[in-house]
């Protein structure tokens, strides 16, 4: 299985901050990577894909980057609305598909 | 707008199957995409269960391949998960999902609200 590690598992910022989330790939997946956004009780959703694209409908603030076995998620300037838990997923290898553990992301 | 709602029991008894339907409205599941469920236990993160694609392909997780089943009705615009021989570790919100697979711009772009299953006795 592909393990990712995300980093760090919580953190604290204020409205405005740039926040950087990673994600790291036990081995190479190219650019198969997605980023989810949680909110409590409710289901995820999508943000990035293929590493670096932006979902249609998703703010310009959130960004990706990066391939082979290291990603990050970054966010411009964090809204109010940001608040959630972060998951990136790879899709290169599909049995299984694997998550990342989550990026709890808390108002300082 | 696709729309996905999960619908079936919010209680299972230990050793029992676990069986969920995934509704779809505003796109036909005979066309692309592969449809599937992810699950997620309270407080913890997500576990991909496994997916079909229209062919009737399946592809499921190692770790719950022997208990789980995935089936698509093309006719009601429906697939179905069953897991058997349930414990409480399977206690999760369940998930159904729209996804692109096998191509780079995959991802799981559609979800369902989610069907929190209990086991307990």
């Known amino acids: 299985d592909i393990q990712l590690t995300q980093s760090p598992s919580f953190l604290s910022a204020s409205v405005g901050d740039r926040v950087t989330i990673t994600c790291r790939a036990s081995?190479?997946?190219?650019?198969?990577l997605a980023w989810y956004q949680q909110k409590p009780g409710k289901a995820p959703k999508v943000l990035i894909y293929?590493?670096?694209t932006l979902e249609s409908g998703v703010p310009s603030r959130f960004s990706g980057s990066g391939s082979g076995t290291d990603f990050t998620l970054t966010i411009s300037s964090l809204q109010p609305e940001d608040f959630a838990t972060y998951y990136c997923?790879?899709?290169?290898?599909?049995?299984?598909?694997?998550f990342g553990g989550g990026t709890k992301v808390e108002i300082k | 707008q696709v729309q996905l709602r999960e619908s079936g029991p919010g209680l299972v008894k230990p050793s029992e199957t676990l069986s969920l339907t995934c509704t779809v409205s505003?796109?036909?599941?005979?066309?692309?995409?592969?449809w599937g469920w992810i699950r997620q236990p309270p407080g913890k993160g997500l576990e991909w269960i496994g997916s079909?694609?229209?062919?009737?392909?399946?592809y499921y997780n190692p770790s719950l391949k022997s208990r789980v089943t995935i089936s698509v009705d093309t006719s009601k615009n429906q697939f179905s998960l069953k897991l058997s021989s349930v414990t409480a570790t399977d206690t999760a919100v369940y998930y159904c999902?729209?996804?692109?697979?096998?191509?780079?711009?995959?991802?799981?772009?559609?979800w369902g609200l989610g069907n929190l299953v209990t086991v307990s006795s």
């Open positions: 081995q190479d997946i190219s650019s198969y």
């Open positions: 997923q790879q899709f290169n290898s599909y049995v299984p598909l694997t």
């Open positions: 293929a590493a670096s």
């Open positions: 999902v729209r996804g692109a697979l096998m191509v780079v711009t995959a991802r799981f772009d559609c």
């Open positions: 505003g796109y036909s599941i005979s066309s692309t995409y592969y």
């Open positions: 079909i694609y229209r062919s009737g392909s399946t």
